[in-house]
């Protein structure tokens, strides 16, 4: 596959990841936030569907594609651009796979519940969790996205790039 085909797909893979991951922490954090039981559970179930049909896929198109350009763009594994990107790339990752275990765990909580029936125990404080993560999690890929746009220190090699 050439360089521009593997960046678009790049870029509609982040644009998955990014786009759904920030409207699921929104709604996660709206029906929280609204208290009502029945809103929360159908939001929690949505957003577990939502990571695993969206954000999920638009994770390993990242990962996959992303390995791909830095063979093709033959930069050395020293270059700070890259270093910097990976650091909050890793970042990035542990948060939202923490993220996705937290809530992925809510689902025996919030599925097959009958309509009016209060919330189990500790389903919206790991919602909470999950939001504030989230937050920290896409501050990360933002500025990703920056540094992808912008490339200060393309080519600076800090680590052994002999």
């Known amino acids: ?33 609204s208290g009502d039981a029945d809103i929360i559970r159908l939001m929690t179930k949505n957003a577990i569907l939502a990571d695993f ?14 390995y791909l350009l830095f063979q093709r763009m ?21 948060l939202w796979f923490t993220s996705l275990y937290k809530v992925w765990r809510l689902k025996p909580l919030v599925q097959n519940v009958e309509t009016g ?20 999690a896409f501050t990360a890929l933002f500025l990703i996205f920056v540094l992808m746009t912008f490339k200060p220190w393309y080519g600076v090699c800090v680590l052994g790039c002999g």
């Open 117 to 136: 029936s209060p919330l189990a125990a500790g389903v919206t404080s790991t919602i909470r969790q999950r939001c504030r993560s989230d937050l920290l």
């Open 74 to 94: 033959q930069l050395a594994l020293g270059t700070q651009w890259l270093l910097v990107v990976a650091a909050l790339f890793l970042f990035f990752s542990v």
């Open 1 to 33: 596959m050439d360089y521009f085909s593997l960046k678009i797909l790049h870029i509609m893979g982040a644009v998955f990841l990014f786009g759904t991951g920030i409207g699921l922490t929104f709604y996660l954090h709206v029906a929280r936030r």
């Open 53 to 66: 049909i969206f954000t999920v896929p638009g994770y390993v198109v990242v990962c996959a594609t992303g």
